[in-house]
């Protein structure tokens, strides 16, 4: 007497596959979101850690650092400021001065925004300038729409 071989047919593996589909679809855009939210939630603790440092080395220097000097001068003392009034290093990592998309931040000082401080931001995912998913240290200033 011939043995039977049982396995799955056609129907039954495309049956499995459009429910996983179907699965994916549903889940999918959630998990999306999740981690967009995850990103930029990192990128602002990441600007708070650095504006912290800049806080410190303001202290220490009597300034912030210029748009010259960039946010390097956290990490490395500026020519024209004295050994004896830095204190640096400022924060623990170069990585630091990265946003989660894994681009450097802006800075600018003194700021177009925060005049008596420092503009710092990130592009945000589509790392344009000046669109909505942009992550900066300023309060955008709303339209008045009389």
Not at 61 to 78: D, H, I, M, S
Request: aromatic share 10%; glycine share 8%; with cysteine.
């Amino acid at each position: 007497m011939g043995r039977r071989r049982r396995g799955f047919t056609f129907l039954e593996i495309m049956l499995v596959v459009l429910i996983i589909g179907i699965l994916f679809s549903i889940v999918g855009p959630q998990l999306m979101g999740k981690s967009r939210k995850a990103r930029i939630q990192a990128t602002r603790a990441q600007m708070g850690n650095i504006e912290t440092a800049l806080d410190m080395y303001e202290m220490d220097v009597g300034n912030y650092p210029t748009t010259a000097q960039g946010l390097k001068a956290l990490f490395e003392r500026p020519s024209d400021v004295s050994e004896d009034i830095w204190d640096g290093p400022y924060l623990k990592r170069k990585a630091g001065l990265k946003d989660a998309w894994k681009r450097a931040f802006t800075y600018a000082c003194p700021g177009e925004h925060n005049k008596d401080s420092f503009d710092l931001y990130s592009k945000g995912q589509d790392d344009k300038e000046g669109t909505e998913d942009d992550i900066t240290n300023w309060e955008e200033e709303e339209e008045d729409t009389f």
